[in-house]
């Protein structure tokens, strides 16, 4: 924000992040408000993006766009800046909330006039919004009842507790996943994190569509995560989750991947758990069988198995490259006329999905809302994709989305 001759541009800024910090979620919209009039803006509608991205709904929940049919929508599909006119002759700023990578919304900002300043103002404006919304979301339950639009059995409510962001990322590179059905979640899960050097992934399947799957997967992803933040490798990580699960559910097995990512030079590490092999997309086409080695057993079998130690996998990526782990829910997915989905109708789908040069969050939300179309939005097994892009960093061609362009 652009600080005027008497300081009061800074002072207004840090009055407002004081009272952010403050203001409980309820009282976010009202605050925000308040202070745009002081900034020389107009009235500041707050929406946010539903679980299934398929809409934005207005903070008071009063009011809902279509993401794929609305300007607003736009702005939040191309994470890019859109400016409409209205029938009064006013303006609406559009801006995308994000937090880092992921897409939280959009922030419409109703001015009489735009310039440089002002424009400035409403950036700032949405960073800050982006902020206090993500760190008001971890207790407040009023931004997830925003986000959702039907019931969620307790197996999903457990699991979508365990979840990190959507989407996470930076300069190098990018992890995204979705989860269908959005309120009926079994088994499925995936977790993805960051380190100075390495990105971390996992997908995960439990055996199942009920608690019991729910309990195997929070399991896994605990066992997961405690070995990753040990400084475990990939074999000693699958085998913290084995032992887990021998122990606590011995009747239960998950398939699954975990993966990690050098990020300096794009080695690709991963263990494949009786899970469907990754898939690598290069140039907008999907690499027959690049990906594909022998699997190993599910996690939480190989006790009974002789125990052999685990192989890790190595490959590496070309600047580019897309990376895309997915549950046997995806290609299991019944057509109308009562065939399979299959692998061959998922690539053709992601090569549709991709080669319009999307982001990748973009670009995966299409790919699971095609594919929930080819099942008229019902599907009878837990559905999870997760894609992976890998960057070199200053690489203008797959640099994130400018924020700039009107």
């Avoid at 424009?119 to 760190?135: D, E």
């Avoid at 990105?199 to 605990?222: K, P, R």
Wanted: aromatic share 4%; proline share 5%; charged share 20%.
């Amino acid at each position: 924000m652009r600080q005027s001759t008497d300081g009061r541009g800074e002072r207004l800024l840090h009055a407002f992040l004081a009272e952010v910090h403050s203001t409980s979620p309820t009282n976010l919209a009202a605050l925000v408000n308040r202070h745009a009039v002081q900034l020389g803006l107009g009235q500041v509608d707050i929406y946010l993006v539903d679980l299934q991205q398929r809409q934005l709904t207005l903070l008071s929940g009063e009011g809902r766009l279509p993401v794929d049919a609305s300007l607003a929508g736009w702005a939040f599909r191309a994470v890019s800046l859109r400016v409409e006119g209205t029938d009064a002759g006013s303006l609406v700023v559009w801006l995308p909330l994000m937090d880092g990578v992921e897409r939280l919304g959009v922030v419409g900002i109703h001015l009489d006039s735009l310039d440089s300043t002002r424009l400035q103002r409403c950036r700032t404006l949405a960073s800050v919004l982006a902020m206090a919304i993500t760190s008001k979301r971890a207790f407040s339950d009023r931004f997830v009842q925003q986000a959702r639009t039907g019931t969620m059995a307790l197996p999903a409510e457990m699991l979508r507790a365990l979840l990190p962001p959507r989407a996470i990322g930076e300069d190098r590179v990018i992890s995204t996943a979705v989860l269908e059905p959005a309120y009926e979640l079994g088994g499925d899960a995936f977790d993805h994190a960051l380190t100075e050097s390495t990105l971390h992934a996992v997908i995960l399947d439990a055996m199942g569509h009920n608690l019991a799957s729910g309990l195997t997967t929070a399991i896994a992803m605990a066992g997961c995560r405690s070995a990753r933040r040990k400084g475990s490798g990939l074999r000693e990580l699958v085998k913290t989750v084995d032992d887990a699960l021998s122990d606590w559910l011995p009747e239960q097995f998950c398939t699954g991947i975990v993966m990690q990512l050098d990020l300096p030079s794009g080695i690709l590490s991963w263990v494949n758990c009786g899970h469907p092999p990754p898939l690598l997309i290069r140039d907008h086409q999907v690499l027959e069988n690049a990906l594909e080695y022998p699997g190993e057993p599910p996690m939480g079998t190989p006790a009974t198995l002789g125990g052999s130690p685990r192989v890790v996998h190595e490959v590496p990526l070309e600047p580019g490259d897309r990376v895309i782990l997915y549950t046997d829910g995806v290609t299991e997915a019944r057509l109308a006329g009562g065939s399979q989905f299959g692998l061959a109708g998922f690539t053709t789908s992601i090569i549709r999905a991709t080669a319009a040069g999307e982001l990748a969050s973009e670009a995966l939300r299409q790919l699971i809302h095609s594919i929930l179309e080819h099942q008229n939005d019902k599907l009878d097994d837990d559905a999870t994709i997760l894609m992976i892009e890998w960057r070199k960093p200053g690489d203008r061609q797959y640099r994130t989305a400018p924020t700039g362009a009107a």
